[in-house]
Each structure stands twice: as structure tokens, then as C-alpha cells.
């Protein structure tokens, strides 16, 4: 098959390292600290959104690929890409159109499929 | 067994129960479900670009697959226990996210659609959004001074 000649077999390997580690980074965080897990959430996307902003996290996206984007780091440096490209292209209201037009899809998949899944899915039932 | 009535006992009896934290092997856990995530993430998006669409296409698909899939395994309730196993592993990339919107939309399925689904929908997500969308707002306005 020409799709399996044309996948790179490092990036993948790259991915699964840079990817595992950013996991691994929540993992101490959540073990070692009492922070919620939604806590952690904002964390690593407010982290992202500064890395994106300075510009360094893009060089971990050209080294790790989607072991960069798919990490809550990686939807924060998209809206941070998103907010950067929209000044550019519009100046300051850019700034408040940018970010959610990056990651827009995501964000409307998440709630598309949540509500999807709640018509469907029946709530477990706690034990008390 | 004792009855426990505050929270430090509480605290306590998690302790004792739980007494040497396996960090490492929740680390080893944590990266390489993480890690097999964002590879899965990868092929997707290698797909894309082998079909010829541009990269933040190719972006966006895979984030939508991936939510797509964090959803119907939250529905499941697979997720849950990825969730045990993984730790970070699934809470850090895109999946967590996704789950944190649809767990508690199913949840609170019983407190109507309207403000049981569609407000606790966003218990956890909502402050991801808030501070990441803040925050790229003042990465936006900061980027107009300086082009």
C-alpha cells in the first residue's frame, strides 16, 4: 500500500516519545500535588497557549508532530497560533477572533459528541 | 471497620490503604497510553495528508476523530477505565478534554436536557476555555504591538 511507504516510521517513534513525556509530566503532577484533574486541564492549556505565544512550541510540533498537538499543550498553542495569525491578517480584533476560529472544530466535536453521547448513554448509577 | 466522619479520617484511611504511591509505574502507564494516543493521532493525520489535505486540516480531523472516539468510549463507560489505568495518560491529550465534556453530560442526563446536560456539560471544560481563549486573547493583542 502506498499510504503505509509514505508514513515515517521516526516521526511516529518521536510522536509516541514526546507525546508519553508530556503524559508523564501530568502523571508527577497528579501524583505529587493535590490538584484536581481539572486544574491540571487548565494548567496544561494556559502553559500551551505561552509556549505557543513565544513561539517555542512550534518547534516541538515540527520535531514531535501530533506527539505536540494532540496534548491539551498542543490546543493551547493552536489558540495561541490561531490569535497570532488573525492579528496579522486583521489587526487587534484578531485577537478575539483567532484562537476559537483555530480550534474551533475541536471544541464544537466536544460538545456535538457530548451531547450525542448523553442522548444515547444512561448515567451509571452511584452506589451510596 | 470504624465509621468515618470528617475528612481527615478520610484522609487518613486513603492513606493506609494506599500506602507506597506506585508513581513509577503510573508513570510508565501514563506514557505509554499518552504516547500511543498521540501515535494513533499521528497515523490519522498522516492519513489526511496522504488523501492531500493541508496541515491544519489535517489538524482538525484528527482532533475530531480522537473527541469523536473519547466520546463514544466515555458512553461505554470504557474510558473509565483507561481513565484508572492511564492517569495523565488519557486526561493530558485531546481524549481528556472530550471526556471531561461528555462524562458529566451523561451524568447529569437525569437533571433535564437543558441545564442538566447543557450546563454541566461544562463544569470541567468550561475553565479550560475560559483561561486557554483568555489567554490567547492577550497572546493576540500583545502580537498586535509587536507586527
Known amino acids: 500500500m502506498d499510504f503505509l511507504q509514505s508514513i515515517d516510521w521516526m516521526?511516529?517513534?518521536r510522536c509516541f516519545i514526546v507525546g508519553g513525556i508530556i503524559c508523564i509530566i501530568g502523571q508527577i503532577l497528579i501524583d505529587k500535588t493535590k490538584l484536581t484533574s481539572a486544574r491540571i486541564l487548565v494548567i496544561f492549556v494556559t502553559t500551551g497557549v505561552v509556549l505557543g505565544g513565544i513561539g517555542i512550541y512550534k518547534y516541538v510540533i515540527d520535531f514531535a508532530g501530533c506527539g505536540a498537538t494532540v496534548p491539551l499543550l498542543g490546543f493551547g498553542a493552536n489558540l495561541a497560533k490561531g490569535a497570532i495569525t488573525e492579528v496579522q491578517n486583521s489587526g487587534l480584533l484578531g485577537a478575539f477572533i483567532g484562537g476559537v476560529k483555530a480550534s474551533a472544530g475541536g471544541i464544537t466535536a466536544a460538545i456535538f459528541f457530548g451531547y450525542i453521547a448523553s442522548l444515547i448513554a444512561k448515567p451509571k448509577i452511584k452506589k451510596q | 471497620m470504624k465509621k468515618i466522619e470528617t475528612k481527615q479520617e478520610y484522609q487518613e484511611y486513603v492513606d493506609k490503604k494506599s500506602p507506597n504511591s506506585p508513581i513509577l509505574k503510573n508513570c510508565f502507564n501514563a506514557f505509554w497510553v499518552g504516547g500511543l494516543i498521540c501515535t494513533i493521532g499521528q497515523i490519522i493525520f498522516d492519513f489526511c495528508e496522504y488523501k492531500g489535505f493541508d496541515e491544519t486540516t489535517c489538524s482538525t480531523i484528527v482532533s475530531i476523530v480522537?473527541?469523536?472516539?473519547?466520546?463514544?468510549?466515555?458512553?461505554?463507560?470504557?474510558?473509565n477505565k483507561i481513565g484508572k489505568f492511564a492517569g495523565a495518560g488519557s486526561l493530558v491529550p485531546i481524549t481528556g478534554f472530550a471526556n471531561s465534556i461528555v462524562s458529566p453530560a451523561i451524568e447529569y442526563k437525569s437533571e433535564g436536557y437543558v441545564m442538566g446536560v447543557g450546563g454541566k456539560m461544562f463544569t470541567v471544560a468550561g475553565p479550560v476555555l475560559v483561561f486557554g481563549i483568555s489567554a490567547s486573547v492577550l497572546v493576540g493583542i500583545i502580537a498586535t504591538f509587536l507586527v
Open chain 1, 11 to 13: 516521526l511516529l517513534l
Open chain 2, 66 to 79: 480522537l473527541i469523536g472516539i473519547a466520546a463514544m468510549l466515555t458512553g461505554l463507560n470504557i474510558f
